[in-house]
């Protein structure tokens, strides 16, 4: 990281932006070009950082990653404008998490506790149930984090 002065290193710092986004952006690759779609997700960081995301069995964002798993994930929250009296003098507050993984579709067994950590994510409710029909029809898969790295810019006072 060329900033290490907006690095966050601590694991506490990082769960809570977590927590406050609404959004992933998984970054795939497509041939020769990234290929980026917003998704929404769940974690759990117990011993490890992993992501959990639902969708359809098929389409773009499967054929990929059937063929390469490798994909980066980007996180972001507290966006905001910051003002200047010059271009130079305008900027962004953010706060932001990027991870790299390899994403592990999950079998049946494994996929309401996927979908359980999706449901806390925007809830923050346990204790849902999902039809076995659902189940059957969805790509439910997960990123296990191999490399984690967040920072923030905050507007200077």
Known sequence: MRRKDREIKEKKEMRNILEQCQVCRMAMVDGDAPYVVPMSFGFVWEDELVFYFHGANAGKKIDLLKINSKVCLEFDT?????????????????????????????????????????????TKRKGFSYPQIMLNKMAIYKVVATKVSAKEHKKKV
């Not at 962004?92 to 579709?105: A, C, K, L, M, P």
């Open 78 to 122: 507290n966006v905001q404008l910051i003002k200047g009296d010059t271009a130079c003098d305008y900027g962004t507050e953010y706060q932001s998490v990027i991870v790299r993984g390899e994403v592990e579709f999950l079998q049946l067994e494994e996929k309401r506790e996927a979908l359980d950590a999706l449901m806390f994510q925007y």
